[in-house]
């Protein structure tokens, strides 16, 4: 994110947390039966959006070059949804790290690519718990496929922003057991063959995350009984309300997958860069994030300008772009389109106003405001 952002010379206003409450659609009933088109989450269709800054001179012929989906030396972005989106210039995870390995059938799967700010959040992450606990070591299951899209076994894992790891493990002895299987841990935490779920070290390797300031954890799906074990071991041991807060947001079981009780699923929110080139985050903002609304208004303002040329196409455009962006208040620009001589623009700027201000969602766009899917 950081050489990312500095490249677009955006200054991180939103670091303030500008955008908290009414930012976010909320899935709402269908009142009246108009069909909408789909928010198409091709790359097709979303990458080449970016070079709408300044302004594409010739917007039509701008959208679908395919040649838009390359990322620079060293980029990669997540684009879509997780559970229906792409990965752009994807990292994998490297099979020589010290503290974060990779499980074999991922490798067998091709599973092993994430954005390059989720792979290094892993290793960060990792490095941090084995540095106080040297010998630890955690694998690394299925991430995405090296162009994202969707993998067996998963209904996300499609942009490069969830990630699969296992538990850290101790034997009946105490000694450290880390493993690459993924054994279901019962009410006591224990794995079928006696292996005892870490508390201090699994809850090390949550707070890692949240502390990390380069990335946003949305969730790290796992069950009831061993989420429990890590808040009760993290308040045992003083660790900052703050943080414990925030673990307790973000651990969850989830109620439409596994229970998790055989590794953390964790997913990332979208960058801002990404978010800018079509990465749409779907389901909780949890309060303490930063949604970039700042930027995003900047963005906005420029997608808008498009509307000057008075070409049914930008309309299209324009309002497609809002929609994908997901700030609410990018909906006031798209009232004037309600009067729109073209019906199926006026039905576009109703629908996805009415998208943005949280008022309903349209059935096409209902994947967009799913609850979280953790599998
Ligand atoms: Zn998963």
Redesign the pocket.
């Known amino acids: 994110m950081r050489a990312m952002t500095a490249r677009r010379s955006i200054p991180l206003l939103a670091m303030l947390g500008l955008m908290t409450a009414g930012c976010e659609p909320q899935p709402m009933g269908w009142a009246d039966g108009r069909a909408l088109a789909s928010l198409d989450m091709s790359p097709f269709s979303l990458l080449p959006a970016v070079t709408v800054a300044p302004m594409p001179t010739a917007v039509g012929a701008g959208f679908d070059r395919p040649e838009g989906l390359s990322a620079s030396e060293g980029q990669s972005f997540s684009v879509g949804t997780a559970s229906r989106g792409y990965l752009v210039g994807g990292t994998p995870l490297r099979r020589d790290h010290e503290a974060l390995k990779v499980r074999p059938v991922s490798i067998q799967r091709r599973a092993i690519h994430g954005t390059h700010d989720v792979i290094e959040a892993l290793e960060r992450a990792a490095t941090a718990v084995s540095r106080r606990w040297p010998g630890s070591q955690l694998y690394a299951g ?1 991430i995405s496929a090296k162009e994202g899209g969707d993998i067996r076994h ?1 209904a ?2 499609n942009s490069g922003r ?1 990630a ?1 790891l296992t538990f850290y493990l101790r034997g009946p002895n105490g000694a450290i057991a880390d493993g690459p299987d993924m054994e279901v841990l019962d009410r006591d935490g224990r794995t079928p063959g006696g292996l005892v779920f870490d508390d201090a070290r699994n809850w090390e390797l949550v707070a890692a995350f949240l502390q990390n300031p380069n990335v946003q954890v949305q969730w790290f799906f796992v069950a009831r009984h061993l989420r429990a074990r890590m808040l009760t071991y993290a308040k045992r041991t003083g660790a900052d309300p703050r943080l414990i807060a925030r673990a307790s947001a973000t651990m969850r079981q989830p109620g439409d997958s596994s229970p998790h009780a055989d590794h953390f ?1 964790l997913r990332f929110y979208c960058q801002l860069e990404e978010r800018l080139r079509g990465c749409v985050d779907t389901g909780v903002r949890h309060g303490w994030i930063d949604t970039f609304a700042a930027e995003i208004e900047v963005e906005i303002s420029r997608i808008v300008a498009l509307l000057r040329s008075g070409g049914d196409e930008e309309k299209r455009y324009v309002i497609k772009r809002i929609g994908q962006l997901a700030l609410s208040s990018g909906a006031r620009h798209l009232e004037p389109l309600i009067e729109d001589p073209d019906p199926t623009i006026r039905i576009m700027a109703i629908d996805t106003i009415a998208f943005l201000r949280g008022v309903r969602t349209p059935p096409a766009w209902a994947h967009l405001t799913d609850e979280d899917v ?2």
């Open positions: 299925d998963h996300s894992h969830d699969d699923h953790g599998e």
